[in-house]
């Protein structure tokens, strides 16, 4: 998956992952950004990761940089008409409008995949990058419920020209 003038592709996470996610994930970086802000074991990880190679409500994708796997982006069932993006990049990788490239990638390929109205994310207040990206990827600002305190709530609705 990489709509034209992209420097981004997205292609389903497999098994072979595993192992580079776990890695990711624990990154110090990715910690700092992420919505849990914990280090997980690797046994909490990869339990984890096999239910969500075979969860029905659960999409991901590794993020690709000229074929160089650079982050992952997620998609989870909420409700039955909405679902919940989770993305993040590498940290030397950030900064470049990849992000933005992916999340743009990922709404599109979701909404072929899914009957979704809208995409959401919930994005930590202390994370005006990822706020920014979103924002750059056609996102608005709107209170759905389901975000954290302390997180920015984001929509993409279907109808929206920006992916």
Partial sequence: ???????????????????????WRNDPFILTHGS???????????????????ERGRRMF???????????LRFDR???QDCVISVYLLEAYT??????????AGCVAIFEA?????VIACVRTDNPGGRAAF???????EEV???????????FPRTSEAC
């Fill in 62 to 72: 590794i993020v690709l940089h000229q074929d160089t796997p650079i982050g992952q």
């Fill in 114 to 118: 899914w009957e979704v109205d809208r």
């Fill in 135 to 141: 924002l750059k990827a056609g996102f608005v600002e």
């Fill in 1 to 23: 998956m990489n709509p034209a003038g992209n420097q981004v592709s997205l292609r389903p996470v497999t098994l072979d992952d595993c192992k580079m996610v776990f890695g």
């Fill in 95 to 104: 900064g470049q409008g990849l992000g933005v490239q992916a999340i743009r």
């Fill in 36 to 54: 849990q802000n914990r280090e997980v074991s690797w046994d909490e990880h990869e339990h984890w990761f096999h239910e969500t190679i075979v």
């Fill in 78 to 80: 909420e409700r039955p």
């Fill in 145 to 155: 419920g389901i975000c954290p305190t302390k997180h920015h709530s984001l929509v």
